[in-house]
């Protein structure tokens, strides 16, 4: 039986917008399994990023718990938390940031200069990195001459040039066509792999697939965890949509075939 890496308990996030307090997260709980390849999918406002922010220690809850390679999360100080993603999480999000006036190379490696890494380990991880995802021929280029396809995949070789257990990724293939976002997934396969634990968070029902686990969240509660065995049904019924065919993840007829 795999280990749980990620254990959250009557999860619930509130904010306070004017004279109202608006739930957005709901007693959720929620198990991720060392090894997991784990998609939350939903429509966008559902609590998706919420969700993740409050799983990774960058937004406290309101209330519940979280565990986190059975350590309390919550019970660290910030500065711990900061420390624990810095040498443990690797990061991805939809609109890669960059250092423009450093290289390829250099940001993709820039993270190394503050875990003290001599500048021959630096040499070495940033070289194998990059050809890890294919780019060892652009080290020396500015990540702004590169499509968005490549800055994704550079944005990949430098979350894991830490060498990261965890790897999240927060809507990465949204500003990619279909062929970059294909190429990316099929990379994030060979990561899991590994043994790294990936989160990703998706509304495109066409990655839905490369998941192992598949956590489906609607208006702040997570109405759904299916497993590799029932996600297979669901997608033969159809759930998981087609290429190039968008679905409404709040359609009456999308609901109806979740069940819900």
């Known amino acids: 039986m795999a280990d749980t890496f990620i254990k959250a308990t009557n999860i619930t996030k509130t904010f306070r917008v004017g004279d109202e307090d608006v739930q957005v997260l709901k007693e959720i709980n929620l198990e991720i399994q060392k090894g997991d390849f784990a998609i939350i999918f939903g429509p966008s406002g559902s609590g998706k990023s919420t969700l993740l922010h409050a799983l990774l220690g960058l937004e406290a809850p309101t209330t519940g718990n979280i565990l986190i390679e059975g350590k309390d999360f919550y019970a660290m100080t910030e500065d711990e938390r900061a420390i624990y993603r810095r040498h443990r999480v690797g ?16 940001n993709v490696t820039f993270a190394l200069n503050l875990l003290d890494y001599n500048s021959e380990m630096i040499a070495q991880k940033g070289d194998a990195v990059l050809k890890m995802v294919g780019m060892e021929n652009w080290a020396s280029h500015r990540p702004t001459e590169l499509s968005s396809g ?111």
Not at 91 to 106: E, G, K, T
Not at 154 to 177: C, F, K, Q, Y
Request: glycine content about 6%; charged content about 20%.
């Open 91 to 106: 990061m991805i999000y939809q609109q890669a940031l960059w250092i423009n006036s450093l290289n390829v190379c250099d």
């Open 150 to 260: 490549q800055q994704q995949k550079i944005s990949l070789a430098r979350a894991m040039v830490i060498d990261p257990v965890l790897m999240v990724a927060d809507e990465p293939t949204g500003n990619l066509d279909t062929v970059s976002g294909l190429n990316l997934m099929q990379t994030f396969l060979d990561i899991n792999a590994k043994g790294i634990t990936i989160i990703m968070i998706t509304h495109d029902l066409d990655y839905l697939k490369y998941a192992t686990k598949l956590i489906h969240v609607l208006d702040g509660s997570v109405v759904e965890v299916y497993t590799p065995k029932k996600r297979a049904k669901k997608v033969e019924q159809g759930v998981a949509g087609e290429v190039g065919k968008t679905v409404d993840l709040r359609s009456p007829d999308y609901l109806k075939k979740l069940q819900l």
